[in-house]
């Protein structure tokens, strides 16, 4: 609606903002419910160059999609707060946004106001924190056991686990991954010691190397192909002759002159090479150039020199080899240089990469992923590094849950009795939170075939005739499709993942209900800049704009549209 007068005639206030952006909320749950559980569905989606994305991981296909309202870039915002803090969890919390606006819009229906549902909701995560709190158990997080559990029960579902053979355990891989590089005793782990390489070829290929893998090849054919008990310097200078940053020029007038020059280059290039080898390193990775010259001098001393590595390499090499990047070859110390039992190059995928393996006290690893399908690499990566927060979440707090639905379903259980202690309209509120929370053990039912309705109806009954302070865990049973109780060694879950989707759910869901208008400016494509920085815009498309001055068409200045 337009208000001549108040407003700038290309503002309009939108009518039923509040009503619009509680529907959107029901959309992206449309959209987004059926990737959930071990029986979810993927997604695509094809960018504007044609490029494609096959995933069923929320966060990454919800960041994909191009969403314009505002309410629904916070949903993803929100989904995204999930992925970024736990790395697990972000379909729960995009199914349980959804259902809270979806509920919220019911519960204005029947006349009770936002401010009433947001403190409704308010209460309920408090109650819901306070479940959890009670009904989460402690474990050493020191027992392989329950770590080998927490990522199975993470991947289930997930394309790695379809896609590669059984024999290769990816769950053990990245259990040993994270074991590697975590100090228990600190209860400190950090992610990004761990690199995840991708390479097309055959899924059995997937494979755990205690060191670092370089998609990179050796320089010459002429440098040895391995090297037993390697000594590893990782320079950042370059080992030719470089441009100046500023102009300058050697002025060369007899043959004999440019004899001389290219002389005192290969003197140059000599020296540095000589103390590289007094230094007893023979495996010298570079993030600069190495040229012709350097590489003859370094394969006559059985070196092998990688050149151009990234920086992130070298990063990980001083992690895995205990090297430091070199400062300067002037003087070259023994605590720079790093170590490794062996440095290798072989043939992956018809591309040679270079392997340094069985490093002493790797405080780095890399786990290389093979697959067929490079989109299927990618969300080979995703899983993996889901798999790697879960268990960071439990190592920095060592509290799990059972899965498979059930905690939410105690959670609705036990709220919906705690809601007769509170007066007011707040009750239906938290009796609608409830409900909300117990969507999420009816998708997954769903999603594997079973009916929800009566899903419902088992599920609640379950928790109604079970004996008071026993606490059971009853949630879906994917391979039975049944209600059955979960045990301890089937499905478990970091109490953490739990608590950040409530919390993310619920700040959410307050935020896009404290918005009751929305203003927006109209689009207009034909914006354009003049040369002298001049931007603006017109509705009629420039037609009547006057771009240039009259003076001639050589006067004109440049006009540039974007």
Same mark, same amino acid.
């Given at each position: 609606?337009?208000?001549?007068?108040?407003?700038?005639?290309?503002?309009?206030?939108?009518?039923?903002?509040?009503?619009?952006?509680?529907?959107?909320?029901?959309?992206?749950?449309?959209?987004?419910?059926?990737?959930?559980?071990?029986?979810?569905?993927?997604?695509?989606?094809?960018?504007?160059?044609?490029?494609?994305?096959?995933?069923?991981?929320?966060?990454?296909?919800?960041?994909?999609?191009?969403?314009?309202?505002?309410?629904?870039?916070?949903?993803?915002?929100?989904?995204?707060?999930?992925?970024?803090?736990?790395?697990?969890?972000?379909?729960?919390?995009?199914?349980?946004?959804?259902?809270?606006?979806?509920?919220?819009?019911?519960?204005?229906?029947?006349?009770?106001?936002?401010?009433?549902?947001?403190?409704?909701?308010?209460?309920?995560?408090?109650?819901?924190?306070?479940?959890?709190?009670?009904?989460?158990?402690?474990?050493?997080?020191?027992?392989?056991?329950?770590?080998?559990?927490?990522?199975?029960?993470?991947? +289930?579902?997930?394309? &790695? /686990?379809?896609?590669?053979?059984? $024999? #290769? %355990?990816?769950?053990? !891989?990245? @259990?040993? +991954?994270?074991?590697? &590089? /975590?100090?228990?005793?600190?209860? $400190? #782990? %950090?992610?990004?010691? !761990?690199? @995840?390489?991708?390479?097309?070829?055959?899924?059995?290929?997937?494979?755990?190397?205690?060191?670092?893998?370089?998609?990179?090849?050796?320089?010459?054919?002429?440098?040895?192909?391995?090297?037993?008990?390697?000594?590893?310097?990782?320079?950042?200078?370059?080992?030719?002759?470089?441009?100046?940053?500023?102009?300058?020029?050697?002025?060369?007038?007899?043959?004999?002159?440019?004899?001389?020059?290219?002389?005192?280059?290969?003197?140059?290039?000599?020296?540095?090479?000589?103390?590289?080898?007094?230094?007893?390193?023979?495996?010298?990775?570079?993030?600069?150039?190495?040229?012709?010259?350097?590489?003859?001098?370094?394969?006559?001393?059985?070196?092998?020199?990688?050149?151009?590595?990234?920086?992130?390499?070298?990063?990980?090499?001083?992690?895995?080899?205990?090297?430091?990047?070199?400062?300067?070859?002037?003087?070259?110390?023994?605590?720079?240089?790093?170590?490794?039992?062996?440095?290798?190059?072989?043939?992956?995928?018809?591309?040679?990469?270079?392997?340094?393996?069985?490093?002493?006290?790797?405080?780095?690893?890399?786990?290389?992923?093979?697959?067929?399908?490079?989109?299927?690499?990618?969300?080979?990566?995703?899983?993996?590094?889901?798999?790697?927060?879960?268990?960071?979440?439990?190592?920095?707090?060592?509290?799990?849950?059972?899965?498979?639905?059930?905690?939410?379903?105690?959670?609705?259980n036990r709220i919906r009795k705690q809601s007769t202690t509170v007066e007011g309209r707040e009750q239906i509120v938290i009796?609608?939170?409830?409900?909300?929370?117990?969507?999420?053990?009816?998708?997954?039912?769903?999603?594997?075939?079973?009916?929800?309705?009566?899903?419902?109806?088992?599920?609640?009954?379950?928790?109604?005739?079970?004996?008071?302070?026993?606490?059971?865990?009853?949630?879906?049973?994917?391979?039975?499709?049944?209600?059955?109780?979960?045990?301890?060694?089937?499905?478990?879950?970091?109490?953490?993942?739990?608590?950040?989707?409530?919390?993310?759910?619920?700040?959410?869901?307050?935020?896009?209900?404290?918005?009751?208008?929305?203003?927006?400016?109209?689009?207009?494509?034909?914006?354009?800049?003049?040369?002298?920085?001049?931007?603006?815009?017109?509705?009629?498309?420039?037609?009547?704009?006057?771009?240039?001055?009259?003076?001639?068409?050589?006067?004109?200045?440049?006009?540039?549209?974007?």
């Amino acid at each position: 609606m337009k208000y001549p007068g108040l407003l700038e005639h290309d503002v309009a206030r939108v009518e039923e903002s509040r009503k619009l952006n509680l529907v959107v909320g029901g959309i992206v749950l449309d959209v987004i419910r059926t990737c959930l559980g071990p029986r979810g569905m993927d997604k695509i989606y094809i960018d504007v160059l044609g490029d494609d994305t096959c995933t069923k991981h929320g966060g990454a296909f919800l960041r994909k999609v191009d969403l314009k309202l505002p309410a629904a870039k916070a949903i993803i915002e929100g989904v995204n707060a999930v992925d970024t803090h736990v790395g697990d969890g972000t379909i729960s919390a995009a199914i349980l946004i959804g259902m809270l606006l979806k509920k919220s819009e019911e519960l204005m229906k029947i006349g009770i106001t936002p401010p009433t549902i947001i403190r409704g909701y308010e209460k309920s995560l408090e109650f819901a924190l306070d479940i959890l709190d009670e009904i989460k158990r402690k474990e050493d997080i020191t027992n392989k056991e329950i770590m080998h559990r927490l990522a199975t029960s993470c991947l +289930a579902g997930k394309a &790695i /686990t379809s896609l590669v053979p059984e $024999e #290769i %355990d990816i769950a053990s !891989i990245i @259990v040993d +991954a994270v074991c590697s &590089i /975590t100090n228990f005793q600190k209860k $400190e #782990i %950090d992610v990004d010691d !761990i690199k @995840v390489e991708e390479k097309a070829g055959n899924a059995n290929g997937i494979q755990l190397i205690s060191g670092t893998v370089i998609d990179k090849t050796i320089d010459s054919s002429a440098m040895p192909r391995s090297i037993e008990n390697a000594r590893i310097l990782l320079l950042n200078e370059p080992l030719e002759m470089m441009r100046t940053k500023t102009d300058e020029q050697i002025q060369i007038n007899l043959p004999e002159q440019m004899a001389l020059f290219l002389d005192q280059e290969k003197f140059d290039i000599r020296a540095k090479i000589k103390k590289i080898i007094n230094s007893g390193a023979n495996v010298v990775i570079s993030r600069k150039g190495i040229n012709d010259i350097a590489r003859e001098y370094l394969a006559k001393a059985g070196i092998i020199s990688i050149r151009r590595a990234k920086m992130n390499d070298l990063l990980w090499l001083e992690k895995s080899t205990g090297a430091k990047i070199c400062k300067s070859l002037d003087d070259i110390s023994e605590e720079e240089l790093g170590s490794a039992k062996k440095v290798y190059e072989k043939n992956i995928g018809g591309d040679k990469m270079l392997f340094v393996e069985e490093c002493r006290n790797a405080k780095s690893i890399t786990i290389l992923l093979r697959c067929n399908s490079k989109r299927y690499l990618d969300e080979f990566h995703r899983d993996v590094l889901n798999a790697v927060y879960v268990l960071r979440n439990f190592i920095e707090n060592p509290f799990v849950v059972r899965g498979a639905g059930s905690t939410e379903a105690i959670i609705a259980n036990r709220i919906r009795k705690q809601s007769t202690t509170v007066e007011g309209r707040e009750q239906i509120v938290i009796e609608k939170f409830a409900d909300a929370v117990e969507e999420i053990p009816i998708t997954l039912a769903k999603n594997v075939g079973m009916d929800p309705l009566d899903t419902l109806t088992q599920l609640r009954s379950k928790y109604a005739n079970s004996p008071k302070n026993v606490l059971k865990w009853y949630g879906i049973d994917s391979e039975k499709r049944k209600v059955s109780e979960i045990s301890p060694d089937q499905i478990i879950e970091p109490v953490v993942v739990k608590e950040q989707v409530i919390k993310t759910g619920i700040e959410v869901t307050n935020m896009i209900l404290n918005v009751n208008d929305i203003f927006m400016r109209d689009e207009i494509d034909n914006t354009h800049c003049h040369i002298d920085g001049t931007v603006h815009a017109h509705h009629d498309g420039g037609t009547a704009h006057n771009h240039f001055e009259q003076e001639g068409l050589e006067q004109r200045q440049m006009h540039h549209y974007y």
